[in-house]
């Protein structure tokens, strides 16, 4: 079974950087394409990141873009998201997921069929 495990979420002050990471298990990245979603109380899940397993491009929201970095570790079947000077609204929960389409850039939550449980990441002012 495909499993998914986010892990790398914490506490930081605004400006500072967290990296998450996403081990997977029962995949490979040149069949599924790997996406990065948030949730904030009382707000709908979006899109962050994804990394397509069709060329290996990246997608990027706007309101992360010049701060996020996706990236894939086929050895050890991890993807990461670096993310650099966050901001208070960067304060969610992070999950993963996983979807068989080979481009994702923007796609929606229900286009992922595996999620793994999410790590809060909260950014104070």
């Known amino acids: 079974d495909v499993q998914l495990q986010a892990s790398g979420g914490g506490l930081v002050q605004v400006g500072g950087s967290l990296r998450l990471s996403c081990a997977a298990s029962d995949l490979t990245f040149d069949v599924y394409s790997m996406g990065w979603f948030r949730q904030a109380p009382g707000k709908e899940r979006e899109g962050v990141s994804c990394?397509?397993?069709?060329?290996?491009?990246?997608y990027y929201a706007d309101s992360v873009k010049g701060r996020f970095t996706i990236s894939s570790d086929n050895e050890n079947n991890t993807v990461y998201l670096q993310m650099y000077n966050l901001k208070p609204e960067d304060t969610a929960v992070y999950y993963c997921?996983?979807?068989?389409?080979?481009?994702?850039?923007?796609?929606?939550?229900?286009?992922?069929?595996?999620w793994g449980p999410g790590t809060q990441v909260t950014v104070s002012s």
């Open positions: 997921a996983a979807t068989l389409l080979g481009y994702c850039a923007g796609l929606p939550p229900k286009e992922y069929m595996h």
């Open positions: 990394i397509s397993s069709a060329d290996g491009s990246a």
